[in-house]
Structures are given as C-alpha cells and as structure tokens.
C-alpha cells in the first residue's frame, strides 16, 4: 500500500482506525495478528560454527595435509609452523565474519524502546515493539519515531531523516500533501528518524521488518560475495591441489616400479606434497595486506577487512556521495548580489541564531554562511549585539520562509529581515539602488527575479535580504505590521562548495581509468553544479538520473545506460543497491561511499563498501573502510596502495609458484631418468623455508611502479599468461640447472649415486641460490629502494652457508663442505634465472 498517495482521513479509513486512536483491546488482537514491532534477525551460525568453517578452504585444507606430510617426514617443527599459519588465517578470518554479523545488533540498537500513542482515547506510554497497524503515536521534539507512519496532523513538524535520505536538513512534515508518485515523503515519517523541532500525530502504516528501515535491516542479513582476491586465490588453491596430488601420484608409481623401497617412495612422494603446496601464500598474503593496512591508516583510511584492501586495486567505478565526500559539508556564501554591502553585513550578522565556539560553527547550515560571511567582512555577531541589542524576534518558519530581528542601532530602531527572496519581495515598498533608496519599480522587481534565476540556476540556495527604520511609535507586538514596507537590499547565494582536493583526485582516478559517480541524495541541479565544477565529466553533457527516472527504467534499459550515468540525486535506499548490482552485472568492480543507516545495504552490495567516519555505526559495521576525514581523496590513495598491494601479491606468487614448478620437475624428472632424488626431504622443507621467508616477504613490501596510477585497474587473474609464461620458463631453467649440475658431480665423483653427499649438496645449494636470484626477476622497476629485499638475500646466504659448514647442520641435512671452485660453478650455473628472465621479457 502506497500510504503517501492517500489523504490522511483515507489512511485512518483504510486502517480501520481513527484520531481516537484503538481501544486496548483492539490493539492487542492486531499485535497477535501483525506480529511485534521490531527487526528480526536471521538465524546465523554461531561462533563456534563460524570458527570451524574458517577450515572448509580447498588451500587451508592442503595445508593441514602438507602439515602432516612434515610431521610424518620427520620435521615436528615445520609442521607446527604451517599449523600455526592455518590458525592465523582462521581467526582473522572468524573476527571479519563475526565482526558482518554485528551490523544487525547496531541496526536493532537504534530502534526506539518507548512511544506515546492514544488508545481508548487517553494518551499513554507503551513500549515500542508493542506498536501496532492502526496505533496514533505522538510526536514531540526530541523523540525518535517508532514506526513508519501517515502524518496526520502536524505543528511545525520538521524531522532529521540525515540517517535515512542523507540530506543534512531536517524535513518538513505536512499532512495534506498527496503524491501521485512514490517519491514524496512530506505526509510521512519513518521509523528510526528524530523528531527536530514541532510537534505532531500519525498512524501507525507499517512495523518491523515491513518498515523502511526494516527493508535495509533485510539487505544488510544477505550473504556478502567473495571479493576478487578471494576468488582469485580459491582459484589458485584448487588448481595447486589437483597439480600436487596428480604430481605426487605420477612420482610415488615411476618410484615405486623402478624398485625403490615403499617407504622412500612414500617419502619422496611426501616431501614432493610438501613442495607443491605454496603454505606461505596465506602468511605471506596476511602480512603484505596488513602492511597495507598500516599504510593506509596514516592516510586516513582505515580498513576493516583485509581482503578489501587489494579490492580496491581492482575497482573502476567510485559511487561517491557528495555532500561532505565531494563537498566540505559546509554551506558559504559563492555569489552575492547586492547595493549596499554595509546593511548585507550587518543583517547577515544581527539576524541570525548561528554562532561560533572555538572556531565551530553552530547552528542552522544557513544561518552559519551567512555568519561566516559577514564576519569576513569585518561584521562580527558577537561585537556588533554588545553594541546593538537585541529588542525582538519573529522565527523563521515554514509557513513564513523568513526570519525578523528588531535591534536598537545607534539609537534608532530598526527591522532586520532575511529569508525566501520572492516572499520578502512582496513585502518591499523601496529598493536599495546605486543612488540610495528610492521606489520600488516593476524593471526592479523584474531584474531582481532575473538574477535570483541565474543565481538558483547554478544550484546556490539564495536568501533575499531587507530592512526598515521603525518610528518610534509603531507597536513591536504587531508584528503582521512590522514587515511591511520593507526596503530591499540585495541576494546571497550559498552552496556547500567542493573540496579543493576532490578535483584534483577525480583527475587522477581519470587517469587511472576508474569512473567517479555521484550518488546524492540532494537535488539534481545542485548535484550536477557540483559534478561540473569538479569536472565529473570533462567536454561532455552530464548524464544524471534521479530516483524517479530509475523507477522509470527497465532492468535492460538501466544496463545499456549504467555506464555512462555520472550522477544520481534523490536516490532511495534500495535504488543504490540496485545502481550497485547493476554496475556488477556489467561487469564493474565498484566501490560504494556512504554514511548513513540507508547507506548500509548498498556498502554491503559493493565490492568495496567505504563508510564515513562521521557517519552511523551501522554504516560503519557494514562497510570494508572507513574515511577517517571524510575525504574522496583519500578513496583515491587507498586506490592506489590496493594497485600497489596486488602487484606485490603477484610478485611473491610467481616468485613462489616458480620455486614450486622447479621443485616438481626436478624431482619428477629425476625419476623419470631414473637418477636418485637430489633433494631430501629436509632439504625440500628447507627449500620451502627460504622460498616462504625473508625473500618471499621482501616482495610483499615493494615500492608502487611509476605507472601504478596511470594505467587502467587490472581485471586480469593473479597469473596473467605472461607470468605463466616467465615461471614456467623459470621451473624449467631451474630443472635444468639443478639436474646437468646434478649429474655433472655424479659422473666424476666414485661415490655411490645414493650417497654422494656432494652431488646432493651442490644440486640442493644450486637450487637455493636460484630462488635467490629469481626474487630480483621478481622486484619492482623502482631500481633497488626496497632495503629489505637485500637484507633478506644476505639472510638466506647466511643461513644456506650455515647448512653447509656447520657440522651440527650437516648431519641434520647430509650435506657436506663445498670448495672455491664449486661456488663458482654454483654462481654461474643458478644466474642463468637472469639471463632467461631477460630474453623472456623481451620476446614474449
């Protein structure tokens, strides 16, 4: 039922009620029949579930396997090591599920706990979730609306809808309005708004789930979708695990028919398990996104999922709300349009309520322009009524759309008068001109409407300025009287400006192909105003659709137009999801600004949900970030350290997947040409250490490339043909190498092939050495600042050299002391990564 489209006495008819409001008993029949008034939450699965569930992974899965492959191969200590990887991951991701489910608890924490209503024609206090279809429920000042309700009677009703509509003024309520479309909220009042000043009735129309907020309470209990890393590396982790297994498989039967003992074979065939599977990608992962993080939170971005930060890197669309995003949230004075500066100042400064404490405007949006205004202009409030007092007021209200002082002014009266242009018009008689004041003529009246149309046409809100001097006989108490032959003095026009930075950020997520949307809930000309001073779009006609069109637009027409839309204004809750499902379906990765409870369901939609820091808590709960500052630029940055994070991900994963390849085809290779494996299974699980620590983590901490912001966002997977391509070649260099060098010690060394300590020792050493030759294949362009990087280069160096001199070591990994000369070989043998890397770069 459309309530807005009915008059208040055809709501009450329809409802079976009346201003009497129900009887007691009539009330409790409906609450058993309509269910209570409050949000319901779907059954979830509890912490414990949500824990274990952290396990059903395909990669976390292959780890827990590759942890007991260590332990049964003998290594206690690498298996606790992966245990404790796979723990980690677990609870970070139980904290980022169970911290969505919270979204919900805040959203029921907003709910009001009591209302006034009038039943059995007496007015009482019931509790809030006892509300009913029918009920009449009271408005004063101050209390939060219980339900969704048909206005029936309002006294200067004005109500703050900001949380739900994201419009910064309070609304004005009035029950003899009548839509014949479903946009207009002027006879109605929502659950959850506050009640800003007034007094007023309704009905009760809708409780619950069946409420508006009750719809987004609905939204926000859907299921979230992966992000694009998590597809991504599921993926990944799917396609190593099939490898692994059918490797292992392959490699266990060539061993077993060669006659080697089952035992060996299992372990080969174990270690080689352990190979395949890259059990640092989640360490590795976790730590690069969490430096991210840490990045990104001294820019005022803080981010509440982890995966969200490389989602960003991603993104080509931006859905930005103006007002405070955009805009600075605070209305100024852009034009004004005046004779007398003089009088504009002081009326600015003496007929207003808004002050200043400490630097903070309080008070009316308007009002606060036009304080700041004058007080720029050397007219301070506070000065000026030490000097010219106060003697009366008449408040603005919506009926009147003006506001009147009388101050004493040196030793005159006079009335001082601000408000809706054409309204105080009406009320001139004489008219400030060039030579004073003189009669007010039809040219004057004709040209002051001409300049207020430019003056609205640019999006300002525009406020007309008078005044007179009263005699001292005219009564202050007939105020009717008192605002009459007034003389004009001239138009202010105001706006919430833009950011100065915002220009320049939507300049640079040009540039970097991403697509900036304005979603506002403000008016379409003022939207568009802004979208063009900020350059939205440049050299074009702005495409801007409001609520209404939308409604108007078929799924199919709003999907051949989504793309070129670049503001949306008077949008409704369900509409931002909607232009968010849209942009997916055209396959977009969009991320969504908002800051308000109607926000919510859209930031859940997104691929990235970016919540204001200013904004409600459900708002926050619900989103992947939050802006600290409120500021669309800092979107931007955090868009380029995502760029920068997914390009470091895609170093340590070809870094790693290398390492991977080149283990699996040495092995199965030596198999396969009937050589005894060159690598124990120690000196595999050592292998893994080098290629998962310093090295690997070095990658994910590389400087962004000069080009990061200037390229379009990448929808390419985390192995893009080119990569498959260098690390393949990679795996196949490293086989290679490792088994000629193999082989080469083999045939000039008399010791048994399953003993020769010095062969195994230089095919494992040559193996280690290329992995730390391939990280430079794997570096940013940005030269050598990445002081890590060669920190932990001379850390695996260290460590391999201790494996190989130390005695205590040498027994644990069968190794032995290797000479000058079989370093040299060593060296020349695993550059050869660098020279491959260099021809596949330049012919591939």
């Known amino acids: 039922m459309k309530w807005k489209n009915l008059s208040a006495d055809e709501t009450l008819k329809t409802l079976n009620s009346s201003i009497k409001g129900l009887s007691d008993s009539e009330a409790q029949k409906r609450l058993s029949e309509h269910g209570k008034n409050e949000l319901v939450e779907e059954e979830k699965p509890g912490p414990v579930q949500i824990f274990l569930g952290q396990f059903m992974d395909i990669l976390i899965l292959i780890l827990i396997i590759a942890a007991i492959a260590a332990y049964y191969v003998g290594d206690t200590l690498d298996a606790i090591v992966i245990l404790i990887v796979v723990l980690i991951n677990a609870v970070v991701g139980f904290i980022q599920e169970y911290r969505a489910e919270k979204a919900m608890e805040k959203l029921k924490g907003l709910i009001s706990s009591e209302a006034v209503v009038i039943r059995d024609g007496q007015e009482q206090k019931v509790p809030a979730g006892e509300l009913t279809i029918g009920d009449i429920v009271l408005l004063e000042e101050g209390d939060n609306v219980p339900a969704d309700l048909r206005i029936i009677e309002s006294y200067d009703l004005l109500i703050d809808e900001s949380a739900m509509t994201g419009e910064s003024l309070p609304a004005e309520k009035h029950p003899e309005t009548i839509y014949s479309d479903d946009h207009g909220t002027e006879n109605m009042a929502f659950m959850e708004t506050d009640v800003s000043s007034g007094r007023g009735k309704g009905v009760v129309v809708e409780i619950g789930m069946d409420t508006e907020i009750g719809k987004i309470a609905e939204m926000i209990q859907e299921e979230e979708e992966q992000t694009p890393l998590q597809q991504k590396i599921a993926g990944l982790g799917k396609t190593l695990g099939l490898l692994a297994v059918l490797v292992c498989s392959i490699v266990f039967v060539l061993e077993y028919l060669q006659g080697i003992p089952l035992v060996e074979t299992f372990m080969t065939a174990v270690s080689l398990a352990v190979a395949a599977v890259p059990e640092g990608l989640p360490a590795i992962l976790t730590l690069t996104l969490a430096l991210g993080m840490q990045r990104m939170a001294r820019s005022n971005a803080i981010v509440r999922k982890l995966l969200a930060v490389e989602t960003l890197g991603s993104c080509n669309v931006i859905c930005t709300d103006k007002t405070g995003t955009l805009t600075l949230n605070q209305m100024t004075v852009r034009d004004a349009r005046v004779n007398d500066p003089e009088m504009i100042y002081t009326i600015s400064a003496l007929c207003n309520n808004a002050t200043k404490n400490n630097g903070k405007l309080l008070g009316d949006p308007t009002d606060a322009a036009i304080l700041t205004y004058a007080d720029e202009n050397g007219y301070n409030r506070k000065e000026l009524e030490e000097k010219y007092s106060r003697l009366l007021e008449i408040p603005l209200d919506s009926t009147r759309k003006r506001m009147t002082t009388v101050n004493q002014i040196e030793g005159e009266r006079y009335l001082l008068?601000?408000?809706?242009?054409?309204?105080?018009?009406?009320?001139?008689?004489?008219?400030?001109?060039?030579?004073?004041?003189?009669?007010?003529?039809?040219?004057?009246?004709?040209?002051?409407?001409?300049?207020?149309?430019?003056?609205?046409?640019?999006?300002?809100?525009?406020?007309?300025?008078?005044?007179?001097?009263?005699?001292?006989?005219?009564?202050?108490?007939?105020?009717?009287?008192?605002?009459?032959?007034?003389?004009?003095?001239?138009?202010?026009?105001?706006?919430?400006?833009?950011?100065?930075?915002?220009?320049?950020?939507?300049?640079?997520?040009?540039?970097?192909?991403?697509?900036?949307?304005?979603?506002?809930?403000?008016?379409?000309?003022?939207?568009?105003?802004?979208?063009?001073?900020?350059?939205?779009?440049?050299?074009?006609?702005?495409?801007?659709?409001?609520?209404?069109?939308?409604?108007?637009?078929?799924?199919?027409?709003?999907?051949?137009?989504?793309?070129?839309?670049?503001?949306?204004?008077r949008v409704f809750p369900e509409q931002k999801v909607r232009i968010v499902e849209t942009l997916k379906k055209m396959d977009n990765v969009a991320s969504m600004t908002g800051d308000g409870v109607n926000d919510a369901p859209a930031l859940k939609k997104a691929a990235i949900g970016v919540a204001m820091g200013s904004g409600t808590d459900v708002a926050k709960e619900s989103a992947d970030m939050l802006l600290q500052d409120d500021n669309f630029a800092t979107i931007v940055k955090a868009v380029r350290e995502g760029r920068t994070i997914f390009d470091n991900i895609r170093r340590f994963v070809r870094f790693q997947l290398?390492?991977?390849?080149?283990?699996?085809?040495?092995?199965?290779?030596?198999?396969?040409?009937?050589?005894?494996?060159?690598?124990?299974?120690?000196?595999?699980?050592?292998?893994?250490?080098?290629?998962?620590?310093?090295?690997?983590?070095?990658?994910?901490?590389?400087?962004?490339?000069?080009?990061?912001?200037?390229?379009?966002?990448?929808?390419?997977?985390?192995?893009?043909?080119?990569?498959?391509?260098?690390?393949?070649?990679?795996?196949?260099?490293?086989?290679?190498?490792?088994?000629?060098?193999?082989?080469?010690?083999?045939?000039?060394?008399?010791?048994?092939?399953?003993?020769?300590?010095?062969?195994?020792?230089?095919?494992?050493?040559?193996?280690?050495?290329?992995?730390?030759?391939?990280?430079?294949?794997?570096?940013?362009?940005?030269?050598?600042?990445?002081?890590?990087?060669?920190?932990?280069?001379?850390?695996?160096?260290?460590?391999?050299?201790?494996?190989?001199?130390?005695?205590?070591?040498?027994?644990?990994?069968?190794?032995?002391?290797?000479?000058?000369?079989?370093?040299?070989?060593?060296?020349?043998?695993?550059?050869?990564?660098?020279?491959?890397?260099?021809?596949?770069?330049?012919?591939?």
């Open 658 to 844: 290398s390492t991977n390849i080149g283990a699996i085809l040495t092995i199965t290779s030596a198999s396969l040409f009937s050589l005894p494996v060159p690598f124990n299974p120690i000196q595999v699980l050592w292998i893994n250490i080098i290629m998962d620590g310093p090295p690997a983590q070095s990658l994910g901490v590389e400087p962004p490339e000069k080009n990061v912001m200037n390229r379009p966002p990448l929808k390419e997977e985390i192995i893009p043909r080119k990569n498959l391509l260098k690390i393949v070649i990679a795996g196949v260099v490293m086989t290679v190498g490792t088994l000629a060098l193999y082989s080469y010690i083999l045939s000039t060394d008399p010791s048994p092939a399953h003993e020769n300590l010095k062969a195994m020792t230089m095919a494992f050493t040559v193996f280690v050495m290329y992995q730390i030759f391939n990280v430079f294949n794997c570096r940013s362009q940005r030269g050598f600042s990445n002081k890590f990087l060669f920190l932990a280069v001379g850390a695996s160096i260290l460590l391999q050299l201790g494996v190989i001199y130390l005695p205590f070591l040498q027994g644990i990994f069968r190794t032995t002391a290797l000479g000058p000369f079989d370093w040299v070989l060593i060296i020349l043998i695993a550059s050869t990564i660098l020279v491959s890397d260099w021809l596949a770069e330049r012919f591939i």
């Open 417 to 569: 008068i601000k408000g809706a242009p054409e309204v105080l018009l009406n009320r001139c008689s004489r008219i400030e001109g060039e030579t004073g004041v003189r009669p007010i003529k039809t040219d004057d009246t004709d040209n002051v409407m001409k300049e207020l149309n430019e003056m609205t046409g640019n999006a300002l809100r525009v406020l007309g300025f008078a005044y007179r001097k009263l005699s001292p006989d005219e009564d202050l108490n007939d105020k009717e009287a008192l605002e009459k032959d007034l003389i004009f003095a001239g138009l202010v026009g105001m706006m919430d400006p833009p950011r100065e930075e915002a220009k320049e950020a939507i300049a640079i997520a040009k540039k970097a192909g991403i697509k900036v949307v304005m979603i506002t809930g403000d008016h379409k000309d003022t939207a568009v105003a802004i979208a063009r001073e900020i350059s939205l779009v440049d050299g074009k006609d702005i495409v801007a659709l409001t609520g209404s069109d939308l409604d108007n637009l078929s799924d199919q027409e709003f999907e051949n137009m989504v793309n070129d839309v670049s503001v949306y204004a």
